[in-house]
């Protein structure tokens, strides 16, 4: 058996019986090993080479992303190349771990396949489903003036897509508006895709852990962690969104600081600032001064106005996601069974600015 096995291998692979780990291993145990591996290699190669990629999306620090379409199906995705001379680096691998862990759902981007180095060298490549363009694109598109209905569809969508992740004990840690992913072709309410799992990772509420900080893109960092809170809650989460929100209305960020310090203070001179009455506990936290400056909260509908594009009971959603406490906050299960969405229709089709192509670049 083992005389057929290296004539196998042999007429395969010319030269891998010559290979230090077929000399060292057990002889059918070993060749079969390398058999293997080496036959995994080639397919994982042959998939590889059955995307054809054209132009190139976006570049950043965790690597490039092009637009591929496969040779036979037609379809199309996203190809991410993630190079680095250490080899994968660990939020990428982190990011991989949380797509598996949360498996298909109509609200978060699905990891279709990946592609180890030896596809393509040195590279790593991984595959995304493909969208027209990011929330921030969508709304640049339209000249920042959504619907009534978009605004609505597009939150219930991006609360339902946190609520999953949630339930799985997934923090997504970076939510904003260029890591959630438009696609107005696929109708409904699976439309919007939640991307962009490299900061999330899994916790558990009731350890007492101490996580990283900081997270979060500071415009929609929650004010626990600009106050130096480490053991935070998916709260962190639902203040991202509530910023979203209103950012879909207006058109601009709600809370722009150019530094911490600054952040903390837009957010102060629109909510006040926050006292141990408004928020048990805050006096508490590392980063927290007694000499902050005192503002009184403003109203609501003057960071929010537009009622024809976002009614009371959308006003009343964001105003409870952005409460100081974050235990006085909604889970995003309850947020996204608000009044707000009471009369939403889930076959509402979204505007497409881009005539069913791809977002220009």
Known sequence: MDEIIKIAVQARFPGILQSPLAQLA?????????????????????????????????????????????????????????????????????EIGMLKALGPHANILQLLDVFPSHCDGRRFWL??????????????????????????????QMLTGLAWCHAHSVLHRDLKPQHLLVDTRRGGLQSLKIGAFRSAR?????????????????????PELLLGETQYTSAIDVW????????????????????????????????????DATWPGVSALPAFNEDFPKWKRKPPRQAMPHPDRLNDAGV???????????????????????????DLCPQTPLHDPYGGRDAPL
């Open 240 to 275: 991202s969104a509530g910023c979203i929100v209103a950012e879909m209305l207006s058109g601009h960020p709600l809370f722009p600081g150019h530094a911490e310090i600054d952040e903390l203070f837009q957010i102060f001179r629109t909510l006040g600032t926050p006292t």
């Open 316 to 342: 009343d959603l964001v105003v409870r996601c952005l409460s100081y406490a974050p235990s006085a906050r909604p889970t995003a299960q309850q947020a996204s069974e608000h009044p707000y969405f009471a």
């Open 127 to 156: 595959c995304f489903e493909s969208c027209q363009s990011d929330l921030k694109q969508y709304m640049r598109a339209q000249n920042y003036q959504l619907s009534a209905a978009c605004i609505r569809s597009l939150t219930h």
């Open 26 to 94: 057990p002889a059918s145990n070993g060749i079969r090993w390398l058999y293997q591996k080496r036959l995994s290699q080639e397919r994982d190669r042959q998939r590889f080479a059955l995307w054809k990629r054209t132009w190139r999306i976006s570049a950043g620090h965790y690597g490039e992303c092009y637009r591929a379409f496969h040779k036979q199906t037609d379809e199309t995705s996203v190809l991410r190349k993630c190079s680095s001379d250490e080899g994968v680096p660990e939020m990428v691998l982190r």
């Open 202 to 222: 899994v916790v558990d509420p009731t350890s007492g852990r101490t996580y990283t900080f900081p997270v979060v893109t500071r415009w929609y960092r929650a």
